[in-house]
Structure formats: C-alpha cells, structure tokens
C-alpha cells in the first residue's frame, strides 16, 4: 500500500460530543486509508475511553452551536445554558440530529477505531489526576506520558491537536 | 457486474469510506466493489481515498442523488 510509510497521532483533549468527533472521525478514517494511527488521550480527553461513554454537550460560550430549527437556525443566549436541564435537551437535540443525518455515533467510531487496531495511549498522568485505572476504560489502552507521545509525534508525518 | 456491492445510503461522513475500507477486503484482488452512498462530500472523499490507497476508482456516477463508485482492489 502507497500509504504505509506514513502516519498520523491526534492528542485528544477534549470530551464534550461535540469535540469527541474530529479525532474519532480523522483517526478512523486515517487508519481505513492505511496509516497507522495513535490516539493519545490527555485531560479532558481522557473520559472518551471510559467503558460506558455518557457525552454531553453545552452551547455555553459557543455563540456559533445554531441548530436547524423549523427552517432556520437557532442560538441559546448564555444564560439559558444555566438553567438545570438545557444541556441535556441540547445533547439530546443533537443526539437526534445526528441520527437523523445518517452520523456514526462515537460510542461505534471508537469500536472502529479499536478494530482497525489504532493504537490508544491513555495519559498517566491524567488518569492519577482525576482517579481512574485501567479497569474503568475499555479494553485496548495501554498506559503512557508525554515521552511517550513525543516519541510517537517524531515518527509521525501528521500530528493533530484537538 | 462488481463482485460486491456496499450500500451506504444515508450515511455521513466518515462511515461509506470506513464501510468500504472493510468492504474491499472482502473483495479479490482485481475484483470490484460498488458502492452506493449519499453523501455529497463521498464523491471527493472516494477519489481521495483511492488515490492515497492505491485502489483504482473505475468509475463514478450520480443518479437521482444516489452516487454509485465502482472501485478496483487493486492495492
């Protein structure tokens, strides 16, 4: 294959659904065009290797989430996001867009990326931080800092941060 | 007549390239997948992916909104 020479790392910081997207979909997909791919997980990020995911999102301070709404688009002031109850019905309204639209949920891009043997490094150090073992996380991680990314990163032709 | 067909209709983006990814390892070398997808953004995403592969796209046509690609595994 014209691609095996290259290759791609993504450290995942982010854990909102929205912000799980675009590692899962560019990991994945890399990985279909033949690149091997590490994931590493850090943060916030952290979280999206948790065995059962419960994602959330917020349309606090993101003046540009608009949702098709009866033929336009619609915002949510920032003090609206506060009241108990929003976010679960903005998460769920995207939840619903998304299925409607025909788009992968993340729970089925990780088990993809995890077939397609992508190479998960959960942060050590994050995981002492916000107190989880391997034991809460799916099957596949291995353990790893920031050595470790970096030693990936410097073989890599593609490295993402998002 | 392609050796298998994938429907990814009303699928989105990443998923018809993912599906075919699979898909073409069912299929012998030199034989054909055809895929059907709806996704506009699947006809540059399928030449892109052939290109970087190395699998061949024979051929590509739309149909009433429906893209049918015909891909060679030739990788």
């Not at chain 1, 590490?38 to 349309?59: E, S």
């Not at chain 1, 019905?89 to 043997?117: P, Y």
């Not at chain 1, 150090?125 to 916000?130: A, N």
Request: with cysteine; hydrophobic share 45%.
């Amino acid at each position: 294959m014209s691609a095996e020479e290259k290759s791609m790392s993504i450290i995942v910081t982010k854990g909102s659904l929205d912000w799980a997207y675009p590692p899962f979909i560019l990991a994945t997909t890399a990985a279909a065009m033949g690149l091997p791919v590490t994931m590493f997980f850090t943060f916030y990020g952290l979280p999206l290797l948790l065995k059962k995911l419960d994602l959330q999102l917020t349309a606090a301070g993101n003046p540009a989430m608009k949702m098709p709404m009866m033929g336009g688009h619609m915002g949510l002031p920032n003090i609206l996001t506060a009241i108990p109850g929003v976010d679960a019905a903005c998460t769920k309204m995207m939840k619903n867009l998304m299925n409607k639209k025909g788009v992968a949920s993340i729970e089925d891009l990780r088990e993809l990326a995890v077939e397609a043997e992508v190479r998960l490094i959960a942060c050590q150090m994050t995981m002492d931080l916000f107190e989880y073992t391997l034991d809460d996380m799916i099957e596949g991680p291995e353990l790893g800092g920031a050595a470790t990314y970096i030693e990936v990163a410097t073989q890599a032709d593609i490295n993402l941060f998002i | 007549m392609a050796d298998h067909t994938l429907d990814a209709k009303g699928l989105n983006c990443p998923l018809p390239i993912l599906k075919a990814r699979k898909a073409l390892k069912e299929v012998p070398a030199d034989g054909t997948l055809e895929i059907l997808a709806t996704d506009p953004g699947s006809v540059a995403d399928f030449e892109a992916f052939c290109r970087q592969t190395g699998n061949e796209l024979v051929e590509h046509s739309e149909d009433d909104g429906v893209f049918r690609f015909l891909i060679k595994h030739t990788a």
